[in-house]
């Protein structure tokens, strides 16, 4: 090598050493500071205490599920419970608005389990109308809205005791139009 690329290479060696020295220096001598004081908090901090309190207070009639229903099973609801309604216009005009909200995406308009989402389920959801449920007690339809069974979930959460109920008086007018409707294409 030439002596200028010798010279060189000694003055780069000299600057990283210079640079080294430096930076250590520089750490060595810095105090010890916190510079983000917030990173202990979690151990000055009381101890949270997760859903100790309730997270918002909820409005009455918000939260159906167990109001004054005792707990049971859908065997026990379909030999015990009788619809407590009867079938007033507006008993059926709010259970048909129950049932198109809750019930027809997956059981269709007419109950006959042809609803929007049919199609995106793995099995075809029961014929309401002229299906085994039409020989079924009240109390049935009824447990298995509050319970759910198989593959349809339970709608305690999502409707009250009489809501139930009108989606029961609501589906029966179904079948109940598809038996007359039956009977006036025999004739």
Not at 12 to 26: D, H, M, P, Q, T
Not at 27 to 43: E, K, N, Q
Not at 100 to 107: I, K, R, S
């Amino acid at each position: 090598m030439n002596q200028y690329c010798l010279g060189l290479l000694r003055r780069v060696r000299g600057l990283a050493a210079f640079s080294s020295i430096l930076s250590v220096a520089l750490l060595a001598g810095a105090p010890a500071a916190w510079s983000f004081p917030w990173d202990i908090d979690m151990y000055r901090g009381s101890a949270v205490q997760p859903l100790s309190r309730a997270p918002r207070v909820m409005p009455s009639d918000t939260m159906p599920v167990n109001r004054g229903e005792p707990p049971m099973s859908t065997e026990q609801m379909t030999v015990k419970l009788k619809n407590p309604l009867t079938g007033t216009p507006e008993n059926l005009a709010h259970g048909k608005d129950l049932f198109m909200t809750n019930c027809a995406p997956c059981h269709g308009e007419s109950g006959v389990g042809n609803g929007s989402v049919a199609f995106l389920l793995k099995h075809q959801p029961k014929n309401l109308v002229t299906g085994q449920s039409k020989d079924l007690p009240d109390g049935y339809i009824y447990g298995v809205i509050r319970n759910g069974i198989l593959l349809m979930p339970s709608y305690a959460d999502a409707m009250s005791a009489s809501e139930r109920w009108q989606v029961v008086l609501y589906v029966r007018s179904l079948q109940q139009a598809a038996a007359g409707q039956n009977k006036t294409a025999q004739k």
